[in-house]
């Protein structure tokens, strides 16, 4: 059974930092892309940021610059990413959501909602 368990969302002022924390469990998961999405009020979901088991990443041209995604597999029976955001807007406003795949990504999969089947239950992040 795998779960995604998001954390660190909140509320920052524009140009502050916030780190949001993702830990998945199933050991399945250390051979899966895993990426941030996000869901602002009204709008749709927009990919931000993924990465791939062997460490490449991506982001959205939005957050290029500002945000970093990072990843912690030394554990067999988790997997826990990370995403810095620094110099936050306003616009960055929305609820985050953790999402996992099932193996390895091609690069252009990275950013469609569909490519991912494991989806945590996402965190509010709040820039004003």
């Known amino acids: 059974h795998v779960q995604l368990v998001e954390s660190g969302g909140g509320s920052v002022q524009a140009g502050g930092s916030l780190r949001l924390s993702c830990t998945a469990s199933?050991?399945?998961?250390?051979?899966?892309?895993m990426a941030w999405f996000r869901q602002a009020p009204g709008k749709e979901r927009e990919a931000v940021s993924a990465?791939?088991?062997?460490?490449?990443?991506?982001?959205?041209d939005s957050v290029k610059g500002r945000f970093t995604i990072s990843q912690d597999n030394a554990n067999n029976a988790k997997v826990t990413v990370y995403l810095q955001m620094n110099s936050l807007k306003p616009e960055d406003t929305a609820i985050y959501y953790c999402?996992?795949?099932?193996?390895?990504?091609?690069?252009?999969?990275?950013?469609?909602?569909?490519?991912?089947?494991?989806w945590g239950q996402g965190t509010q992040v709040t820039v004003s």
């Open positions: 199933g050991n399945t998961l250390h051979s899966s892309c």
């Open positions: 999402a996992a795949s099932t193996g390895r990504t091609p690069s252009w999969a990275w950013s469609d909602g569909r490519t991912y089947v494991f």
């Open positions: 990465i791939d088991s062997d460490g490449t990443t991506s982001y959205a």
